[in-house]
């Protein structure tokens, strides 16, 4: 074990740092009773928290690494093997419930304009940009994202997740993309982000499209799903219980702060209105963007990595988000480490008036355990 205050590296040699291994389980075989009252008393906890000013819960993330890559082509595969998730999540001790998620890939907005998956063996699907400038864009008739071959797949797998579990089981929209990132998906993102200097009307222009096209899929799924949805959805701790629209918005990293806020947010704003506010997600350290972030128009959650072994470039001024105490704004908090690496960053994270859900990816129930109990009595309110 190491020395108590070291912590470990990001493993490149890992497909998947905050992956879980299952054992898959057939709808057939799984025992959605037993899931539904464990779902259950979790979620008056979720209640609580919500409604509350203050306070601290843990979520035990079952994320299982062939559904977020070369798996999610087969749905019948990802959901036996994302119904093993939530069998084996109920052994670890955890204030929110897991849930289901219809994955296939984050090109699904882009296939709006022509574009469709490149698959390499082994591989999540890739999408390469087709447009070499915003006028191009323009001048092409896009379609429904659920007229694609994509947004096809991912309705039908919605539908088969839900039919197969009967509408008992928790589940979440797909991966949703915020439109500054599906822009990469469409344009080289040099040729894009220039034009955010030299014609931001334009940029403008075109994530009120991507938001318009986003906003119509969301409606699609959520007429398959109806009341078994989960806020805010994807890499986020996720209830019934809550509000808000998970949103990955990677680029940030990007563009400046004023212009994220200017030209970025208000598609952003648009998407996430429906389902009571933003919940903003980037991977790396977006420590300098948290003022941007915290202008966002109904934020209500936010997340980011927490220590070395969750992203490359974890966010390491902890300190910073403390000015989230007292705004109501939930911090979603990836830990990937053991108890003592968890316990060192939780208590430079926390401050009273905060809202923290600290996730976290422990190997055995044991570790779990310790976690769980070190968490909640550092945070005691």
Known sequence: MPERGFMKKFDTSVKDAQATTVISVSPEKFDFDEYAEYAANLNEKCDAF???????????RMRVADCFSYGCRDMKASLEN????LKKSMIFKADVPNFLEPWYGIGTIASAFGSDYTWIEGHAPAMKPSFRSLDEIFCYKHHEVANTAIGRHTLCMTEYFTEKTKGRLPISLTDTQSPLNIAGYLLPLDKFLISFLTEPEKVLHFFDILASLSSGFNNEQLKIIRKSLVCPGHGFASSVCWKGLGMSDDNILMISPEQYLQIAAPSVEKICKPFGGPAFHSCGNWTPWIDAVMKVKGLLTADGAFSP???????????????????????NARIVGDADTIEQQVRRLWVPGMKLIVVTYCPTPEEQTRAYDLIHEICQT
């Open 50 to 60: 919500w409604k509350a000013r203050s306070g601290v819960l843990v979520y035990r």
């Open 82 to 85: 994302q119904l093993g998730a």
């Open 309 to 331: 072994e969750t992203d490359p470039d974890a966010i390491t001024s902890l300190e910073t988000f403390h000015r989230m105490a007292g705004k109501g704004i939930v911090l």
